[in-house]
């Protein structure tokens, strides 16, 4: 009952059965048909057109949170998105949902909190505030908890750093912290940020619920004004990314079928670069894992990575937690990287020594 656990829980539920290599890809698997189910969905729910947005929502499904192996907000981005289709209509349903969002992550209950005032704020809807609200308070009130967590853990790892972003290390961030996965292979999707933009920024003024101009513009203004990083939180501004992008989508009018080709096609060929990725990184990986014949099971481990990216990391860090198939291969320990926290999942049974403490 923690946030940021959905990827735990279903490891601990189906891992002694498959193996936790199987379950962790039949995680992401999950994730991304969630996400290709979702945002759509979303899109007609909220006033938008689903099937023209569609030829440019293909990047939204295995975006730059699942290829940084991000894979709770991945997963919280499209249920978030679900909750704002169905609070009107159906808010039992909502809560659940959002109550779902805070176990994969808490920020996205953040972003929908700010949605929804926003939309009050918008439509000046302050009779339907009770009925708006209601569904997110169980939500909210975990998240406070998960905040309370976080900031009262007793942790020597390095943090306390407030970092922002140049303007142009944002922009790029853009469209680089979602819409882009791996590597080049996949920088066909500027094809379909350059059309999410243009139509966002032509139909900026027209209202959609949840996503208003004012919305829109609050949006894009905390992706450059939220900082990148503070205390022990990475990628604050990024993770707001998705929904103004979002606030874009739904802005997508009917596409004459030239367009549809042409965004297809981008489509497809970005598909294929997403292929040529996971072969490519995966053969790095198990040239990586043929060290494991000189580990003894269950030793102790300290490893250091020196080259995050790795030949194929133009738009991650594939390579700092790969040592973690050791781990679960071998039986061996090896520090935590995010255990440092008492709001995670999982928390050190005994700190290591400071100086050993967030080597990545």
């Known amino acids: ?19 936790y290599r199987v379950a962790a890809k039949l995680f992401v698997t999950l994730t991304c048909a969630v996400g290709a189910y979702a945002y759509p969905r979303a899109t007609g729910a909220l006033g938008g057109n689903a099937r023209s947005a569609a030829f440019l929502l293909w990047p939204f499904v295995h975006n730059w949170f699942v290829a940084m192996g991000m894979v709770e907000y991945a997963l919280a981005v499209p249920l978030a998105l679900l909750v704002l289709a169905e609070i009107r209509t159906r808010p039992v349903l909502a809560a659940a949902l959002a109550a779902g969002v805070w176990y994969a992550h808490a920020f996205g209950v953040v972003v929908l909190g700010l949605l929804v005032a926003l939309e009050i704020v918008a439509t000046r809807a302050w009779r339907e505030a009770p009925r708006l609200l209601a569904p997110l308070v169980p939500a909210i009130a975990l998240t406070l908890w998960s905040i309370v967590l976080q900031l009262g853990s007793e942790t020597h790892a390095p943090g306390g750093v407030r970092m922002f972003q140049s303007i142009p290390a944002a922009l790029y961030g853009l469209f680089a912290e979602w819409l882009w996965s791996l590597t080049k292979w996949t920088l066909v999707a500027f094809v379909a940020a350059a059309g999410l933009a243009y139509f966002g920024a032509r139909r900026f003024r027209e209202p959609r619920p949840f996503f208003s101009p004012l919305a829109f513009g609050v949006l894009v203004v905390l992706c450059f004004a939220v900082p990148y990083q503070w205390h022990h939180w990475y990628f604050i501004s990024s993770r707001i990314i998705p929904f103004a992008w979002m606030a874009c989508a739904v802005r997508v ?13 981008a489509a497809l060929a970005y598909s294929a670069g997403l292929g040529v990725e996971y072969v490519q990184n995966a053969r790095v990986w198990e040239a990586f894992c043929r060290g494991e014949v000189a580990v003894p099971a269950g030793a102790r481990l300290l490893p250091m990575v020196f080259d995050r990216k790795g030949p194929h990391g133009d738009n991650t860090w594939p ?4 040592w973690g198939l050791y781990v679960v291969d071998l039986g061996v320990s090896a520090p935590l990287v995010f255990a440092h926290s008492k709001s995670f999942a999982l928390s050190y049974a005994e700190e290591p020594l400071p100086p050993l403490q967030g080597i990545t």
Do not use: I, R, S, Y
Not at 4 to 19: D, E, I, R, S
Not at 319 to 322: Q, R, Y
């Open 253 to 265: 009018p009917e596409l004459a079928m030239p367009a549809k080709v042409a965004f297809g096609a």
């Open 1 to 19: 009952m923690k946030t940021n656990a959905a990827l735990f829980l279903f490891l601990h539920l189906l891992a002694p059965h498959v193996g």
């Open 319 to 322: 390579m700092p937690h790969v």
